[in-house]
Structures are given as C-alpha cells and as structure tokens.
C-alpha cells in the first residue's frame, strides 16, 4: 500500500488514493490497453498515473497544482504532464478516454467543459467522483438536466462504490467510480449539440408540468398528443421524463 500526503496547495476537494493495487484494479476495469491514449486529470501523487503508465498507455496528466505538476514530471519520463486547470483544457485532437480521480469540489466544472462538445472523440470516461454527485447524475430518475445531455451520447452508470477511507485526506463522504462510455448510436445527431442543450435548458427552467408548453418549441397540444406516443405521464415535470424520451420529444420539436 502506497499512501502520500496532501500538497497545501493541492487543488480544493482532492482526495488521494492510498492503495497502489486499488489504483491498478480501476486502471483494469476501465478498460484501458497498450498504447490507448488517456487524459487523467488531477495527477495529484501519481498513484493513478503510474498504474496507467504499467498499463502501457499513453498518459496525458492534467495537474492544476505546480508542486505536484513537477513531482509528476520528475516521475514519469514518458507520460506528458500539464500543469493547467482541466475545466479549461483543450483535449485531444485523436481519440482518448479519461481515466481520473477528480478534485470533488471541481467535478461538475470539468466534467461539463470535457462532456459539452459530442464531437469531441472521447471514446470513454472513468471518473472517482463523490457518491452524491454519481448517483445524482447516474440515476435515470429523476432526470437532470446535465444527465440528461450526457445520455445523449453516452451511456452513464455507476460501476463502484469506493469508502471514504480508500482516500488520503479521507473526504467526509464517500466516493464512486462513474462511467460514461460512448453510445454506438447517438440519441442526437452531435452537430445538433447546442439546439439540443438550449431546448434542455428551456424545459428543466420550467417549474411545472411540461404540458403546458414547451414554447418556442412545442406547444401544449403538441405535448399532450406525444405523452403517449412516447410513453410520459400529462402530468409530468422535466425531471419524470428519460433521456430517450427527451431526445423524441426533441427530434418531434424539429419536425412538428
């Protein structure tokens, strides 16, 4: 067992592995062979990137904190260490996947910056995030709206379950492993991506049923006619709805 301390100026909400062999067994469940190229953000003390580096990947560590940016540099010869903010990185051109144990209080930001593009050729994420934020966004109810844009191109669940003191500093919570892997048939064409998030965004804004119109998109007769089409309820609020049926009701709003 491998277990390092916290740099002071480590990113806020970075919780470290402290098992070397929990590491390698998350590197084998993602998947990731010889020469495949990963993103991993948050490098932190390297106990992930080392296991991907044995796993013959081509590593690309994304680290926000400087000191821990040039520990892993000193390191790892042969992986690429970036020392930059992931919410704002630019990401490969060619196919990658990510494989990271995210900073908890910066997991929605990154995850948002890496899922808002669909064209984006990542094939695979596998992220330690904090329990509440997978299950919220890996449930399929109720729907959220990130989730919800996420599914139309992935597939998302929760694989693992990690306790809180597989980490050092331990969190206050515990922590899980959430996978999106990219879906063989889209829901929504990707070039579609931005019509698709604002008519997301319109609907999920609505504090009532969306029965009563989802203008400037469909209007409540429209709605009323394909809640049984698409099998939800009149009564239903945007959250009641799966991301199937979000992606019909959107594909129906361009044709109706």
């Known amino acids: 067992m491998v277990v390092r301390t916290r740099s002071a100026r480590g990113a806020s909400g970075q919780h470290f592995l402290r098992s070397s062999r929990l590491a390698a067994d998350l590197v084998s469940g993602a998947a990731v062979a010889r020469d495949d190229l990963i993103v991993e953000i948050g490098g932190g003390t390297g106990i992930l990137t080392q296991a991907l580096v044995r796993a013959g990947a081509v ?52 995850l948002a910056h890496l899922l808002r593009d669909p064209g984006l050729p990542l094939r695979r994420a596998e992220v330690i995030v904090q329990w509440e934020f997978a299950a919220k966004h890996g449930a399929v109810w109720p729907a959220t709206l990130r989730s919800t844009y996420w599914r139309a191109w992935y597939d998302v669940s929760i694989v693992r379950r990690l306790d809180r003191t597989a980490f050092v500093p331990p969190p206050s919570v515990d922590a899980a ?10 829901r929504v064409p990707s070039e579609l991506h931005e019509p698709y998030r604002a008519f997301l965004t319109a609907a999920f804004a609505l504090r009532r049923p969306i029965r009563s119109g989802l203008r400037p998109f469909l209007s409540p007769l429209q709605v009323k006619r394909l809640a049984p089409v698409l099998g939800f309820a009149p009564d239903a609020r945007a959250r009641d709805l799966d991301a199937e049926q979000w992606a019909r009701l959107f594909a129906a709003s361009r044709t109706l």
């Open 177 to 186: 492993v959430l996978r999106l892997a990219r879906r063989e048939r889209p």
């Open 59 to 110: 590593v690309i560590a994304i680290e926000r904190d400087p000191v821990l940016a040039a520990g892993l540099r000193a390191r790892f010869r042969d992986a690429q260490i970036v020392t930059g903010d992931a919410a704002a990185h630019a990401w490969p051109e060619a196919p990658f996947s990510v494989v990271a144990n995210l900073p908890f209080a910066r997991s929605g930001a990154i």
